[in-house]
C-alpha cells in the first residue's frame, strides 16, 4: 500500500496509506499533547480541551458541528491521554473534503464562555462515573503510585475540584502553546488520493501558527517500588495491579516486550491464565506492554474474591520471578509469535486501523511503519531479545496497587 | 454492490452461511447452537454459562491445554457469548488457517469432553461472573432492566445464580449438553477470503453425521412489576427505560430502526443534543434497540450524578413522548447518511459480516442483500417513522434505577 508524506510551511506533518481496496477513508488528527503536558495547576486541561474542540468556532456551533460529521454519516471520536489527544472521523471517500473541513475547522475552537461552564458539568460526570468501576480507578492509582512525581502520573482526567478550579484563560493560553501547527500531524488511511488530500489541509491549516513547541520530563523510570492498599469497601471484588518498567516507544525492544507480555498474560493460553483464570482462582488475570515517549511499563493485573487475593499475588508473584529467572520457552513464544500476526494482520484491513497505526508511529518515530515492517520486526523477536528485555526492564521489580473491600495485602 | 454470498442447509439441519470478501486476509466465522441461557431448567439457572465455558476445556484427541494451544497456534482469537436464544461461538484469524480450526470446532460442539475435574473451576469462575456485576453498575442496571422488560425466561440474564451454579453436577451439564447441542436450528456462517465449494464440502465431511434432536419448548412467564430501584451507594445514579418496539422482520422494522437513530443515532441526535449538549446533565446518554423473534424493545440508558438524575430521568423520558410530537426532514436525512455509512463500512470487517448473516438467518430465514437494506433506507421518510411511532407510541415503561435514592418515575 502505497505511502506519502508532506510537511507544510508551517510545520504540520501530512501523512497518508492509500489503499484502492477500502470502501472508506479514515483521517485523523493528532496533536501530541496530553495529561504528562500539564502543570499541577491546569490538571485535566487537555481532555477538557478535547471535549471543547467539539463545542463550536466562529462559523459552527456545537450543534452545527455535530450535525455536520452526522450529515455525512461519519463515524467520529476523539480521545485523550498522557502524550496524545486524538480526533478522528471515517467516512465514505466522497465524503473527506467535508471531513477534513470539520475537523481543520474545529482544531481552532472558540472556547465560549458559556460552553466552557455547561462542559465542566459533563466533565464532572465522566469523572463521577469512572469512579464508580474499580477496574478503571485501580488502574488510574496504579499509575498514580507507579510513576510518583514523574509527569506520566498526572491524572488524564483530572479531579472535581482541579476542574471546577479551571478557567476559561488557562485553557485558552494552554491551546495557544500546544494546538501549534508543528505539533500535530494530520493521518489519513484508505481510499483516496493524497495530492488532493494535502491541497484540503493547506488551504483549511496552511495559516495555523507555526511556533515550535517542546515536551519537559523525557525520562525513563524504574518506578516507585511502592506497595499500597486503598480500602473501598463498597467494592466487591479485589482488584490488584502490579506495574514494572520497560522499553519505550523508540526502543527496538518494543516488539520483545510486546511479545513477552502476550506470553505471560494474555487472555488465553498464557501463564497467568493457566495459573489464575483456568483454576477460577481469578476471575480475570492478564498483562500488557504499554509504551511511552522516553519510557515504557507492563501492566499486570487480576481481580478476583477478596479471600483468595493474597494467595493470587503470592501466585502472580511467582510467575514473574519464574519468568524473569528462565524467559519464557520456545513454543510460548512460536504461540505468540501466530497470536501477533493474526492480529496485525486482521488489525490492518479498516482503514480506521491503518489510519491509527501509521498516525502513532509518524508522531512517536517520525517513520513509516508498513503492516508488513510489524510483522518483519515481531518475527524477529527471539528468545535471547526477550531475555535482553528482561536484563534491562526486570518485570518482577514491581510497583503494586490493591483496590477493594480488604484492609491490607501484606507481602 | 456485488456480494459473494452463499448458503447451505445440509440434510441434518445445520446451515452454513458465508461471504467472500477477496480484499482482506483473514477470515471470521460465528456458530449459533439454540442452546441459550432461556433453556435453562428454573433449578440450574446459569447452567448455559457454565457449559460455554467447559465446553473449551478438552474435545475429541486434545485436552484443555492441547486444544487452546492449537488454536492459538492457528492465531484464531475467539469467544463464546451466551445470549438468550443461542450459544454463540466466535473466531478469525488469517484465512488459510481457517480449515484447520474449523476441524477443533467440529471436536468442540460434537464431542467436548466435560471434563468433571473442571466442572468446580468453572463454577468459581461463573460465581465471580455474578459478584463482579456489582463493581460494574452500569451493567447492572441494563441486566435488571431486561429482566423486568421481557416474560421470564426471555430476559433473564445468561449469568443465572449463585444457587442455580452451585447445584451443577458432571451430570447435569453433560445432559444439558446432550439434550441442546444439535444441528438443527444450528447456524455457522463465515465471512472472508474463503472459497464457497472448498468450504461446503469441509463443513459437511465435519458436521454432515451430527445427529438432529428436538427444538426445545420455550413457556413463557409472568413479566414481574415494571418499575425498580436498586439501592446502591455510588457516585452516579443509573436510569434505565425500557418500552416496546417491533420485531426484525415486521413491516415496521426500518421505521423502528429510524426512530432509535432519531433519538441516539449520532452526537446532533435528540438525546445526545438535549440531556446533555443542551443541559451538561451527563457524560453517557443513548437508547438502542433490541429483538427477540416475536418482541422488541427500545432500551435507553443515562447515568448521572445523584443531584441530577431527577432532572436527568425528567429530561430523557420528555424526549422519548417527544418522538410523537414531529420528526423533521433534516433528521431522517442525518440517519439515513449514517445507516448507509455503517452498511458500507461493515463490508470492511469479517467478524461484522459473519455476525450479520448469522443474524439475518436466524430472524428471516435469508440474507438480506446490500442493495434490499440500502433501498429500505432511502424509502425512510419523516411520515413513515412517524407513522410507526403513533402505532407504537413511547409509552408503558419498564423503568429500572440505581443509585442512593429513588426517583420519582
Known amino acids: 500500500m502505497p505511502f506519502h508524506s508532506q510537511i507544510l510551511k508551517n510545520g504540520l506533518k501530512i501523512i497518508g496509506e492509500t489503499s484502492p481496496s477500502a470502501r472508506s477513508t479514515a483521517i485523523g488528527f493528532f496533536v501530541r499533547t496530553g495529561a504528562r503536558d500539564e502543570t499541577p495547576e491546569v490538571c485535566g486541561v487537555s481532555h477538557f480541551l478535547e471535549h471543547m474542540v467539539f463545542k463550536g468556532t466562529p462559523r459552527r456551533t456545537a450543534l452545527d458541528v455535530n450535525r455536520d460529521f452526522d450529515r455525512i454519516g461519519a463515524h467520529y471520536n476523539a480521545f485523550t491521554s498522557e502524550e496524545n489527544t486524538v480526533f478522528h472521523a471515517a467516512v465514505l471517500r466522497e465524503y473527506l473534503p467535508q471531513a477534513v473541513d470539520i475537523l481543520s475547522d474545529i482544531l481552532r475552537p472558540s472556547l465560549r464562555g458559556d460552553d466552557f461552564d455547561m462542559e465542566k458539568n459533563v466533565i464532572i460526570e465522566e469523572i463521577g462515573m469512572y469512579e464508580d468501576q474499580p477496574t478503571w480507578s485501580a488502574y488510574d492509582h496504579a499509575k498514580k503510585a507507579y510513576f510518583a512525581d514523574h509527569p506520566l502520573g498526572n491524572s488524564i482526567l483530572g479531579t472535581p475540584d482541579s476542574i471546577r478550579a479551571l478557567t476559561r484563560d488557562q485553557m485558552h493560553a494552554y491551546f495557544e502553546r500546544r494546538y501549534v501547527a508543528s505539533n500535530i500531524t494530520v493521518a489519513a488511511a484508505g481510499r483516496f488520493e493524497f495530492p488532493a488530500l494535502v491541497d484540503l489541509v493547506e488551504k483549511a491549516c496552511g495559516a495555523w501558527n507555526g511556533a515550535a513547541v517542546g515536551r519537559q520530563g523525557i525520562r525513563p523510570t524504574a518506578g516507585s517500588g511502592k506497595f499500597e492498599v486503598l480500602t473501598k469497601e463498597k467494592v466487591t471484588q479485589e482488584h490488584v495491579i502490579l506495574m514494572a518498567s520497560g522499553p519505550a516507544a523508540d526502543d527496538p525492544l518494543r516488539h520483545s516486550a510486546d511479545t513477552l507480555a502476550l506470553a505471560v498474560g494474555d487472555d488465553s493460553g498464557s501463564r497467568l491464565h493457566w495459573e489464575l483464570v483456568d483454576p477460577g482462582l481469578a476471575d480475570s488475570a492478564d498483562c500488557s506492554f504499554h509504551e511511552y515517549e522516553g519510557t515504557g511499563s507492563f501492566y499486570t493485573s487480576f481481580s478476583c474474591d477478596p479471600e483468595r487475593a493474597r494467595e493470587n499475588l503470592a501466585l502472580v508473584r511467582k510467575v514473574l520471578t519464574d519468568v524473569q529467572r528462565d524467559g519464557i520457552t520456545d513454543a510460548e513464544l512460536q504461540?505468540?509469535?501466530?497470536?501477533?500476526?493474526?492480529?496485525?494482520?486482521?488489525?490492518?484491513?479498516?482503514?480506521?486501523?491503518?489510519?491509527?497505526?501509521?498516525?502513532?508511529?509518524?508522531?512517536?518515530?517520525?517513520?513509516?511503519?508498513?503492516?508488513?515492517?510489524?510483522?518483519?520486526?515481531?518475527?524477529?523477536v527471539t528468545l535471547k531479545s526477550i531475555r535482553e528485555v528482561l536484563e534491562k526492564y526486570p518485570i518482577e521489580r514491581t510497583t503494586t496497587l490493591a483496590l477493594g473491600p480488604l484492609a491490607g495485602l501484606e507481602k | 454492490m456485488g456480494q459473494d454470498v452463499y448458503q447451505h442447509t445440509f440434510p441434518n439441519g445445520l446451515t452454513l452461511l458465508a461471504e467472500r470478501m477477496e480484499h482482506v486476509r483473514s477470515a471470521a466465522m460465528n456458530f449459533r447452537v439454540p442452546a441459550g441461557c432461556v433453556n435453562d431448567p428454573p433449578k440450574h439457572r446459569g447452567i448455559a454459562s457454565v457449559l460455554a465455558e467447559m465446553i473449551t476445556r478438552g474435545a475429541g484427541e486434545r485436552d484443555s491445554r492441547q486444544l487452546s494451544l492449537a488454536l492459538d497456534n492457528l492465531g484464531f482469537d475467539?469467544?463464546?457469548?451466551?445470549?438468550?436464544?443461542?450459544?454463540?461461538?466466535?473466531?478469525?484469524?488469517?484465512?488459510?488457517?481457517?480449515?484447520?480450526?474449523?476441524?477443533?470446532?467440529?471436536?468442540?460442539?460434537?464431542?467436548?469432553?466435560?471434563?468433571?475435574?473442571?466442572?468446580?473451576?468453572?463454577?468459581?469462575?461463573?460465581?465471580?461472573?455474578?459478584?463482579?456485576?456489582?463493581?460494574?453498575?452500569?451493567?447492572?442496571?441494563l441486566i435488571e432492566l431486561n429482566q423486568r422488560h421481557f416474560p421470564p425466561p426471555l430476559g433473564q440474564d445468561r449469568r443465572g445464580t449463585r444457587e442455580g451454579i452451585e447445584s451443577l453436577t458432571p451430570k447435569i451439564v453433560r445432559d444439558h449438553y446432550a439434550r441442546l447441542f444439535q444441528p438443527r436450528g444450528t447456524i455457522m456462517s463465515v465471512a472472508g477470503n474463503i472459497e464457497w465449494e472448498p468450504l461446503r464440502e469441509q463443513v459437511g465431511r465435519l458436521f454432515g453425521a451430527w445427529k438432529p434432536g428436538q427444538e426445545p419448548e420455550l413457556a413463557l412467564g409472568k413479566t414481574p412489576p415494571p418499575v425498580e430501584h436498586i439501592q446502591k451507594e455510588t457516585t452516579q445514579t443509573q436510569i434505565g427505560i425500557a418500552f416496546p418496539s417491533v420485531p426484525f422482520g415486521h413491516d415496521d422494522y426500518y421505521a423502528a430502526l429510524g426512530a432509535v437513530n432519531v433519538l441516539s443515532g449520532g452526537m446532533s441526535a435528540r438525546l445526545f443534543t438535549e440531556v446533555r449538549e443542551k443541559r451538561g446533565l451527563c457524560y453517557a446518554v443513548w437508547a438502542t434497540y433490541k429483538t427477540f423473534k416475536d418482541r422488541a424493545c427500545i432500551l435507553c440508558y443515562a447515568g448521572t450524578t445523584n443531584e441530577r438524575a431527577q432532572e436527568t430521568f425528567d429530561v430523557t423520558v420528555a424526549e422519548l413522548q417527544r418522538l410523537k410530537d414531529g420528526i423533521e426532514e433534516e433528521e431522517v436525512e442525518r440517519v439515513q447518511a449514517g445507516l448507509k455509512s455503517s452498511l458500507i463500512m461493515q463490508e470492511e470487517s469479517t467478524s461484522a459480516r459473519a455476525g450479520t448473516l448469522a443474524s439475518d438467518w436466524y430472524f428471516l430465514g435469508r440474507v438480506r442483500s446490500f442493495d434490499e437494506i440500502q433501498s429500505a433506507i432511502n424509502d425512510l421518510t419523516p411520515k413513515s417513522i412517524l407513522g410507526y411511532v403513533h402505532r407504537y407510541p413511547p409509552a408503558n415503561f419498564t423503568i429500572v434505577t440505581l443509585g442512593p435514592k429513588p426517583l420519582k418515575v
Open chain 2, 78 to 141: 475467539r469467544d463464546e457469548s451466551v445470549g438468550p436464544m443461542q450459544i454463540s461461538f466466535w473466531g478469525s484469524t488469517l484465512a488459510r488457517n481457517l480449515p484447520p480450526a474449523l476441524e477443533i470446532y467440529a471436536d468442540i460442539l460434537q464431542r467436548p469432553r466435560l471434563p468433571k475435574e473442571e466442572l468446580e473451576p468453572v463454577q468459581s469462575l461463573a460465581i465471580q461472573d455474578i459478584l463482579s456485576l456489582e463493581d460494574e453498575p452500569r451493567q447492572k442496571v
Open chain 1, 335 to 380: 504461540q505468540a509469535k501466530s497470536k501477533i500476526l493474526s492480529r496485525v494482520v486482521r488489525g490492518s484491513e479498516r482503514p480506521m486501523g491503518r489510519m491509527q497505526a501509521i498516525g502513532m508511529a509518524w508522531t512517536y518515530l517520525k517513520q513509516y511503519r508498513s503492516v508488513d515492517d510489524e510483522l518483519q520486526a515481531f518475527e524477529a
